[in-house]
């Protein structure tokens, strides 16, 4: 098909070598993922000082913690002595201190260097010049965003800004009140697909009449294959029989308090490129994060969040929980049927995007934009 018009239909995807290919992905840890804020943990999985996560953002590994005023602090996770990966594990506790396992340097929840056999003979050397290296922070939604970039793009614009143009009311989000719910259920999926292939089945619903029986069960609209949630302001209505956004149309749990009588029986979802999709309901907020790893291969950890109530009550989140990991599980086999054929000759130039799709091509473009020099 190189070369060859397109009928008026159809717009071309970008060329299979995007999604393959080690250096375009290389360029993207770069250009995108350590340049924007990036989502790594919820908040509330560091509630106690020395509680740590640590976060592949692009090429780095970044340790997230809190320190002893509680306050989030985000590191490269990387000794300044002769470069050890500091935390090795993914989740832990520390006391007070990051120490090294390789000479025992010994840093403070605060990054500062702290301890270091015979640092008393070495008095010249600054704690906080040979501290950790820290990264920008910001906290929204119950999570913790971080930025590598020297200087951070604005967090009001490119992270909040992404609701707000989605949902057309800035405070709409707000109504769910996520960073006052809890953690009911985390799945972490490992996917063999590349992120792209993940944003791009995101925004489009031409495939919800194929493959997700139980979301077009609750979302009848979804079968119509336009992605209707996408249209500003504009929110799926449950069908008629469905009591409540769960597997079985079963009633799912308390409402969240905040929810507007508008926003009520709807499902709303919102991209924040380029790594986090936030999907809302009246009873629960459901949050994925991505991490890209590789350029066919994306963990992505999906939160599913009620009133704090809800969970402490042991009451039975099955039913709502079910319903996203099956559209999960259906949308991830979708992206890893096509990871492979990125590499075919047959997908050299890409394939196409019919018009309920079309809207796609605006997220190319942006990765295209983010990666030109
Ligand atoms: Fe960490 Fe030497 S590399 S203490
Ligand atoms: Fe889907």
């Known amino acids: 098909m190189t070369g060859t018009e397109l009928p008026a239909s159809l717009i071309r995807t970008l060329p299979g070598s995007a999604y393959t290919d080690p250096q375009a992905f290389a360029r993207e840890q770069e250009r995108i993922f350590e340049r924007m ?48 990966r500091l935390c090795t594990e993914e989740a832990g ?27 008393a003979r070495m008095p010249d050397i600054d704690r906080t010049e040979y501290g950790l290296v820290p990264v920008h922070v910001r906290e929204w939604l119950g999570y913790v965003w971080v930025c590598l970039a020297a200087d951070p793009p604005s967090f009001e614009q490119d992270v909040i800004g992404a609701a707000t143009e989605r949902l057309g009311d800035p405070a709409a989000i707000d109504h769910y009140q996520a960073d006052a719910l809890a953690v009911g259920r985390t799945i972490r999926y490992d996917v063999r697909a590349n992120w792209k ?18 979301l077009t069960g609750v979302l009848p609209e979804f079968a119509g294959g336009y992605a209707a949630q996408y249209y500003v302001g504009h929110g799926a209505e449950f069908a008629a029989g469905a009591e409540g956004f769960t597997v079985d149309g079963s009633a799912g749990v308390d409402r969240i308090p ?39 291969r994306t963990v992505v950890e999906c939160d599913w969040l009620f009133l704090p109530e809800v969970v402490d ?61």
Request: with cysteine; aromatic share 10%; hydrophobic share 40%.
């Open 37 to 84: 804020w990036f989502c790594t943990v919820r908040a509330s999985d560091l509630a106690a000082p020395g509680r740590f996560r640590t976060v592949q953002v692009g090429r780095e590994s970044v340790l997230v913690t809190s320190d002893r005023e509680h306050a989030v602090r985000a590191y490269l996770n990387v000794c300044r002595h002769r470069g050890a």
């Open 93 to 119: 506790e520390v006391r007070r201190t990051f120490r090294c396992s390789y000479h025992a340097w010994t840093y403070g929840l605060d990054g500062r260097l702290v301890a270091a056999p015979n640092l």
């Open 197 to 214: 292939l993940i944003v791009e089945n995101f925004m489009e619903c031409y495939h919800c009449a194929t493959i997700h029986p139980e």
């Open 258 to 296: 905040g929810v507007t009588a508008e926003q009520d029986r709807r499902y709303y979802a919102v991209t924040v490129k380029p790594q986090v999709f936030v999907n809302l309901v009246p009873d629960h907020v459901i949050v994925l994060r991505m991490y890209p790893l590789a350029a066919d």
């Open 313 to 373: 009550s042991g009451r039975d989140l099955g039913p709502s929980v079910e319903l996203f990991h099956r559209v999960n599980l259906q949308d991830f086999e979708a992206c890893e049927r096509c990871q492979p054929a990125m590499d075919s000759r047959a997908y050299r130039a890409g394939g196409v995007l019919v018009p309920s799709e079309h809207h796609i091509r605006s997220f190319h473009d942006w990765v295209e934009d983010r990666l030109k020099d």
